[in-house]
C-alpha cells in the first residue's frame, strides 16, 4: 500500500523558515521523481518544486525560486522542502505526490504552513 505522509508544518513568523519532510512507503522511493504542492484557502493546488529520482534535477515555482530547496534521501525514503524567508503568501496546506503512470497519482494528506506575525 503506497502511502506518504506530511510533517513539520506549523506557525511562523514572516521570514523565519521550515522543514517539510514526506515520509514514503509501499513503492520503490529511489525509482520516481517527486514533488511538492500547496493550496491556500479558496484556491486552486498550486506546483511548489520537483525533484528527480536521483535529485540530479530541481525545479521550482518562481514564486518560491531562491527561497525553497527541495531535496531527497533515498535511504530514507524522504523527500523535503526547506523553506526560508518565509512570506504570509506561503500559508497553505502543503502536499507531496508522485505519478507513475497517467492512473496511478499519489497524494499525502497535507501539513499545514501558517505564516504570520
Known amino acids: 500500500q503506497v502511502q506518504l505522509v506530511e510533517s513539520g508544518g506549523g506557525l511562523v513568523q514572516p521570514g523565519g523558515s521550515l522543514r517539510l519532510s514526506c515520509v514514503v512507503s509501499?513503492?520503490?522511493?529511489?525509482?520516481?521523481?517527486m514533488s511538492w504542492y500547496r493550496q491556500a484557502p479558496g484556491k486552486e493546488r498550486d506546483y511548489v518544486a520537483s525533484?528527480?529520482?536521483?535529485?540530479?534535477?530541481?525545479n521550482y515555482a518562481e514564486s518560491v525560486k531562491g527561497r525553497f530547496t527541495i531535496s531527497r534521501d533515498n535511504v530514507k525514503n524522504t523527500v523535503y522542502l526547506q523553506m526560508s524567508s518565509l512570506k504570509p503568501e506561503d500559508t497553505a496546506v502543503y502536499y507531496c505526490?508522485?505519478?507513475?503512470?497517467?492512473?496511478?497519482?499519489?497524494w499525502g494528506r497535507g501539513t499545514q504552513v501558517t505564516v504570520s506575525s
Open positions: 525533484i528527480t529520482r536521483t535529485g540530479n534535477t530541481r
Open positions: 505526490r508522485f505519478v507513475t503512470s497517467p492512473t496511478n497519482d499519489y
Open positions: 509501499g513503492f520503490i522511493f529511489s525509482s520516481y521523481g
